[in-house]
């Protein structure tokens, strides 16, 4: 898989609240080399380790990174303004098996917590591409969590932890009971998830209970970003090996790893 460093150029910058920010960023090679999943690592100024950001859309020669301002990091990237530049590495990782090879698919579904939303306006893309449409559950502990303004509103149902949009709890539950609902499409489905810890666990309960194949794109946090520094370990299922966030992920399979 080709990966580049390149000077960005910052073209875009959308606010969707005190708390996230959509950046644009110029950068041919990565776009057209990338898959949904895989992300990039950006070297801010003034932080010491690059910050690793999925690829939330691509637009010709643009990468779109949905930033959440929760550091030093964040906050100082959330502040690049179009002219702007950014030294960048990608695309990083592998990225959610969506071609060829899981044969004759009829239910791509998405599960999304928080700014887990990032991988997936990129894959929802790649897939329409192909003629499909997944179906898309979202949750967030308030509709401020809900970052859905790049995604198919007619496929999106919604969870939120406060009942401030859609059903009152998790999401992880509403897509339980979809599955339950069509058992006669259950072995053919395709789960691709991301979110904060505990829901990828208890989607990996969900998926293991039902016999729905997964996938899931993990967050640890990272220095290298390309497999020397050991930092982003992950547990394999039924060993004691481990494997490495950055280079065997950030997607896995579900089945395949202890979260
Ligand atoms: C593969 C991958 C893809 C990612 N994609 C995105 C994305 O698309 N959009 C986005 O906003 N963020 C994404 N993240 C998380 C993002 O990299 C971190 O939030 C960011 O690096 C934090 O840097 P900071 O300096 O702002 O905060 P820091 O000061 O470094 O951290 C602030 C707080 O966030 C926690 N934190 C830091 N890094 C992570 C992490 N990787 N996972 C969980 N908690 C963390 C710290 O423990 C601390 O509590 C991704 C992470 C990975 C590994
Ligand atoms: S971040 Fe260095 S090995 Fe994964």
Known sequence: MPRFQLTARAVRRQVL???????????AEIAASAIPGQFVELKVPGVLWRRPMSIY?????????????VGPGSRALAQ????????????L????????????????????GGFGIAPFPFLVQRLREV?????IFLGGRTKDQLFRQDLPAERISVATEDGSAGEQGKVVPLFASFAD????RIERMRVYACGPTPMLRALQHAVASRGI????SVEREMACGIGICQGCVVGAAGSDAYLLACKDGPVFDASAIVL
Do not use: K, M, Y
């Open 17 to 27: 609240n005190s708390q996230a920010v959509i950046i644009g960023l110029e950068a």
């Open 57 to 69: 859309r691509r637009i010709g020669d643009v990468i779109e990174i949905l930033v959440a301002i």
């Open 80 to 91: 690049l303004i179009p002219g702007g530049s950014i030294d960048i590495i990608g695309p």
């Open 93 to 112: 990782g592998n990225g959610f098996p969506i071609d060829g090879s899981d044969g004759d698919v009829v239910d791509d579904v998405v599960v999304a």
């Open 131 to 135: 003629g499909r449409t997944p179906r």
């Open 181 to 184: 609902a069509v058992p006669e």
């Open 213 to 216: 194949r997964a996938w899931v």
